[in-house]
Nanobody, 126 residues
Framework: QVQLVESGGGSEQAGESLRLSCAAS????????VGWFRQAPGKEREWVASISTAGPITSYADSVKGRFTISQDNAKNTHYLQMNSLKPDDTATYYCAASPQGCWVGRGILRDFAYWGQGTQVTVSS
């Protein structure tokens, strides 16, 4: 079992920044793939970024590449999503997720992620 708790969502103007946090606990896996997904109203949940706890291997969706940065503090079992240059299209509920399988390079497959946080809302106004 893996428990994930997100924090850091909120409302910002376009062009501003937010940092999301995901605290992980309760797991005994030697490594995890931790991903961030988002879901806007009326749309499917989409992968945003992922990182392997075994090493700094990161991947990003094209829509956020160059603006978002995923990182982690393994000592704190906490993962972060730094979101810069926010756009109104970034408005969504953001979810942290974990998979005991390895991370794919360049993509994140929703069904691979067995553990999910409760989500945190991000709203970007123009």
């Amino acid at each position: 079992q893996v428990q994930l708790v997100e924090s850091g969502g909120g409302s910002e103007q376009a062009g501003e920044s937010l940092r999301l946090s995901c605290a992980a606990s309760g797991y005994t896996y030697s490594s995890l793939c931790v991903g961030w997904f988002r879901q806007a109203p009326g749309k499917e949940r989409e992968w945003v970024a992922s990182i392997s706890t075994a090493g700094p291997i990161t991947s990003y969706a094209d829509s956020v590449k160059g603006r978002f940065t995923i990182s982690q503090d393994n000592a704190k079992n906490t993962h972060y999503l730094q979101m810069n240059s926010l756009k109104p299209d970034d408005t969504a509920t953001y979810y942290c997720a974990a998979s005991p399988q390895g991370c794919w390079v360049g993509r994140g497959i929703l069904r691979d992620f067995a553990y999910w946080g409760q989500g945190t809302q991000v709203t970007v106004s123009s």
